[in-house]
Nanobody, 116 residues
Framework: QVQVAESGGGLVQPGGSLRLSCAAS????????MAWYRQAPGKEREWVAS???????DYADSVKGRFRISRNSAQSTVYLQMNSLNSEDTAVYYC??????????WGKGILVTVSS
């Protein structure tokens, strides 16, 4: 069984930075990509950033230039460095592991609140 767990959320002031971590564990036979999504209050879940097996990264326009996705050498942990945070970044952030087409795992989510 595969587990995906987020950590590093919390309260941060506007303009501040925060780094989220996502640790994948368990019987991971393959990993196509890992991604971060977020869901703000009253809104639908939206994609934030992805990193593929080969290391290629993609970002939503709303976070491009401010957020950076990376991973450790074992490819079991993915990070989301978030800079220049503003109130619109307040959301529950979810980690998504795509093992293969049609096979993916989600974390439970972690809250990020940007407020003074």
């Amino acid at each position: 069984q595969v587990q995906v767990a987020e950590s590093g959320g919390g309260l941060v002031q506007p303009g501040g930075s925060l780094r989220l971590s996502c640790a994948a564990s368990g019987r991971i036979l393959s990993m196509s990509a890992m991604a971060w999504y977020r869901q703000a209050p009253g809104k639908e879940r939206e994609w934030v950033a992805s990193i593929r097996g080969g290391g290629t990264t993609d970002y939503a326009d709303s976070v491009k230039g401010r957020f950076r996705i990376s991973r450790n050498s074992a490819q079991s942990t993915v990070y989301l460095q978030m800079n220049s945070l503003n109130s619109e970044d307040t959301a529950v952030y979810y980690c998504n592991l795509i093992a293969a087409p049609g096979l993916q795992y989600w974390g439970k989510g972690i809250l990020v609140t940007v407020s003074s």
